[in-house]
């Protein structure tokens, strides 16, 4: 699963953006986040989510 969140515009402070990316990662159990950057501000956070199954050998 991909899901990407964008930033609603320059008037975001730096602190609404950090607490941002931290509830993404907070949420996130197996996957990843990218943070896309344009001239010095983020202007998106990706993040990729991965479902893991358990397997008969790891009960």
Do not use: C, N, W
Request: net charge positive; hydrophobic share 30%.
């Amino acid at each position: 699963m991909v899901q990407t969140i964008t930033s609603p515009g320059p008037k975001d402070s730096d602190e609404r953006t950090l607490q941002k990316v931290v509830e993404v990662i907070k949420t996130l159990r197996y996957g990843s986040v990218e943070i896309v950057i344009h001239d010095g501000k983020v202007v998106q956070i990706e993040r990729r989510e991965k479902v893991r199954f358990e397997t008969s050998a790891q009960r």
